[in-house]
């Protein structure tokens, strides 16, 4: 079984940073693609970024140089870190998972993920 929760979400101004952490529950050492996605209010939930267990990391165009998906292996966190926030930002932010551990040639693809959290929500204001 496999749980996942986020958090560290918030309402920043535009400019600013914020770190999303997701908390990987598992019966057995979880080293699977990851993703974080992010959906804002009558919008499509969108990736944001994805990462596997050789390191493969891959960003949507809209956030590269701003974001940064990381993962702390010895406590099975996966971080979303994210700078120059904008107000296209704002978003409930959710981490997935999937039960490879690779991403393979479509990291975004929201239906190849098992396992979902609850989301955090992101605000940024102008």
């Known amino acids: 079984q496999v749980h996942l929760a986020e958090s560290g979400g918030g309402s920043v101004q535009a400019g600013g940073s914020l770190r999303l952490s997701c908390v990987v529950s598992s019966d057995v050492n979880f080293n699977h693609c990851m993703a974080w996605f992010r959906q804002a209010p009558g919008k499509e939930r969108e990736a944001v970024g994805a990462?596997?267990?050789?390191?493969?990391?891959v960003y949507v165009d809209s956030v590269k140089g701003r974001f940064t998906v990381s993962k702390d292996n010895a406590k099975n966190i996966l971080y979303l870190q994210m700078n120059s926030l904008e107000p296209e930002d704002t978003a409930m932010y959710y981490c997935a998972a999937r039960k490879t551990w690779y991403c393979g040639p479509s990291p975004f693809t929201a239906d190849d993920y098992n396992y979902w959290g609850q989301g955090t929500q992101v605000t940024v204001s102008s």
């Open positions: 990462r596997d267990s050789s390191d493969f990391i």
